[in-house]
């Protein structure tokens, strides 16, 4: 059994993650970061929870952006084709599940 204080922990780059676990095909990674991601679609589905801080999650809808202030104990489902850039404000620390080996 492992303990966590996620609002403790610092990775050494931007998006660094520490591994917590493997389910089946999927991963469960606590990231930190204080950089935005990059635009990109998702290869499986995702579920992006954060921990601690702010994230803007930018999307793309028919071609126009919009953005959603996530905060601690928010929940964003991201489908398969959901075009999509996290903006840490100013740094967060977000647990994402996701299929293994995803973008």
Do not use: K
Not at 15 to 22: F, K, M, Q
Not at 36 to 53: A, I, K, M, R, S
Not at 89 to 99: D, G, K, N
């Amino acid at each position: 059994m492992r303990f966590y204080a996620s609002a403790e922990f610092t990775a050494d780059r931007p998006w660094g993650a520490l591994d917590l676990a493997d389910i089946g095909s999927a991963t469960v990674r606590l990231h930190w970061t204080d950089q935005p991601y990059v635009w990109h679609v998702n290869d499986g589905p995702e579920v992006f929870v954060v921990l601690d801080g702010a994230v803007d999650m930018h999307y793309r809808v028919d071609g126009n952006e919009h953005v959603e202030r996530l905060t601690p104990g928010t929940v964003c489902c991201v489908e398969v084709g959901d075009e999509h850039i996290a903006h840490p404000a100013p740094e967060a620390r977000i647990l994402v599940v996701e299929q293994s080996g995803s973008v």
